[in-house]
């Protein structure tokens, strides 16, 4: 196991043992989690990994955004965008910016609704 590995072990169960922790460190532990969960050790998601990723995690959003599940072209593009180091994998920094990219979109969102 790599010490990134560990670290990111040790950040996800052991402060929830020692104390609780506040909504957002929950939202962001969960967001690791769900990270690891569709990447496994290797810490990096394939193509059809974000896809699922995406479909299964993050289906509300996407479908206030676009109105239907990520269509292959939309994930093309998308996967593109994330890449940024090219390896044909979304490693979780890149995976990150797909969440603020998503989240920042909200807030827009719901003024509009007002
Ligand atoms: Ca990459």
Request: charged letters at 25%; glycine letters at 4%.
């Amino acid at each position: 196991m790599k010490i990134h590995q560990m670290e990111t072990l040790y950040c996800i169960f052991f402060p929830s043992l020692v104390e609780p922790m506040s909504d957002l460190e929950v939202g962001m532990v969960t967001i690791i989690r769900v990270f690891h969960k569709y990447s496994g050790l290797k810490g990096k998601l394939k193509k059809a990994e974000l896809k699922d990723l995406i479909n299964n995690e993050m289906n509300h959003f996407i479908m206030v955004i676009q109105k239907s599940n990520i269509t292959n072209e939309t994930l093309d593009e998308l996967f593109a965008d994330l890449d940024q180091n090219g390896d044909l994998e979304i490693d979780f920094k890149e995976f990150i910016t797909l969440i603020a990219m998503v989240t920042s979109y909200f807030p827009k969102f719901c003024s509009k609704k007002r």
